[in-house]
């Protein structure tokens, strides 16, 4: 057997619960997440230079950071599986409108909160009960910003009980939100070039559309985000670059262009961070339009060819998700560590 088909086999083993072999399943498993560090580790060095943050940036101000925030997130994983799916997409909600500044966090009349693509975004309260714990250990000292970086890898990596992919702190938090600056935010109905360009003006390439995209390998998707690839009117014109069996399963969800429920992102493995997006994309069972469009590209088809292989997968995940956390961050004496992740300090 291939190594990349061993490593699928393993990790399917391992979310099955296979008894027999179960020790070796569990290494092949960790040896996937350690080499995804190494090679990514290694490949640092091709990142754009570093905007002032830094790994353990919180090493002397407050060294507890990593365990409070691990150990908040991963307790409340434990009892809603839905949280890293929905932390995951806050930290890039975060990132891609006005930079990773935790903007996406404040409440006021108009912030960002209120506009329509974050309406589904959710996983708010555990980035406050984090924050409550770490005002109590070191006050004053960890931004929100870091604290949603921090937050979506731990809760990813709940499932490995090993982290992912490292995260640099050392982000402050902004002063501004406003609903009207969404616009940055990429549209599931968007075709190749235009995700493309939503990257590139945030400074991401094509690889880390490829390997950022794979997160919908979790989480949900509301109806309304599906059914114009499944209805039209009142007769049914299904997306040509939907499989026709997949439609059905979901129409089955959303029996209709006005349903309000939601559908898996991954068809397959709807709770387990793998690589079978890059199979679902593959086989015209992606579940949003801009999952099927990263097949319309030759250079971006092969890529996604690539990533099918979880190896490559989590390597290409960490670095890409290392850059996004890069995305117009404050650092220095820029922008401000907010007291309250929810507002700006008063004073
Ligand atoms: C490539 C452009 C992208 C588009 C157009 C897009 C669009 C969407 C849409 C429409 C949803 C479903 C929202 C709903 O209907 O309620 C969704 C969910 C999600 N997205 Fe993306 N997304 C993109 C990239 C990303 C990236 C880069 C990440 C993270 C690194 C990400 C993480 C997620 C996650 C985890 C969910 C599931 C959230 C949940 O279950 O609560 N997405 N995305």
Redesign the pocket.
């Known amino acids: 057997m291939r190594r990349q088909q061993v490593a699928a086999a393993a990790g399917a083993a391992r979310w099955r619960g296979d008894g027999g072999g179960g020790a070796a399943t569990a290494w092949w498993w960790v040896a996937a997440v350690v080499l995804g560090h190494l090679v990514s580790s290694a490949r640092a060095g091709l990142l754009e230079s570093n905007p002032g943050l830094a790994y353990n940036f919180y090493q002397k101000s407050c060294p507890k950071v990593d365990s409070i925030v691990r150990s908040v997130t991963w307790a409340q994983v434990a009892a809603n599986p839905?949280l890293p799916?929905?932390l995951?997409?806050l930290?890039?909600h975060d990132c891609f409108v006005k930079g990773c500044d935790a903007s996406i966090l404040l409440d006021n009349a108009q912030s960002e909160k209120k506009a329509g693509p974050n309406l589904?975004?959710?996983g708010y309260e555990v980035i406050d009960a984090i924050k409550t714990q770490l005002e109590q250990a070191c006050p004053g000292v960890v931004s929100c910003a870091d604290i949603v970086a921090l937050a979506a890898r731990d809760a990813v990596s709940y499932q490995f009980q090993s982290s992912l992919w490292q995260v640099e702190t050392g982000r402050r938090d902004g002063n501004v939100s406003l609903a009207s600056n969404t616009g940055a935010l990429?549209?599931?109905f968007?075709g190749f070039n235009g995700?493309l360009q939503?990257f590139a003006a945030r400074g991401l390439n094509l690889t880390d559309?490829i390997a950022?995209?794979g997160?919908?390998t979790?989480?949900?998707?509301?109806c309304?985000?599906v059914t114009p690839r499944l209805y039209n009117g009142n007769a049914t014109n299904v997306d040509p670059l939907l499989d026709s069996a997949y439609a059905k399963t979901l129409m089955n969800s959303c029996p209709s262009s006005s349903a309000s429920g939601?559908v898996n992102?991954d068809g397959r493995t709807a709770v387990k961070f793998d690589s079978s997006y890059y199979t679902n994309v593959l086989n015209k069972q992606g579940t949003?339009a801009?999952d099927a469009a990263l097949t319309q590209n030759a250079a971006a088809a092969q890529m996604v060819q690539d990533l099918t292989n979880p190896f490559k997968f989590y390597a290409a995940f960490s670095m890409s998700?290392k850059k996004?956390g890069r995305v117009e961050v404050l650092t220095g004496t820029n922008g401000q560590i907010r007291k309250q992740c929810n507002q700006v300090n008063s004073s």
């Open positions: 839905a799916a929905r995951l997409r930290h890039f589904s975004v959710g990429p549209s599931p968007a995700l939503s559309l950022l995209s997160a919908h979790i989480g949900v998707a509301s309304s985000s939601t992102l949003l801009s998700m996004m």
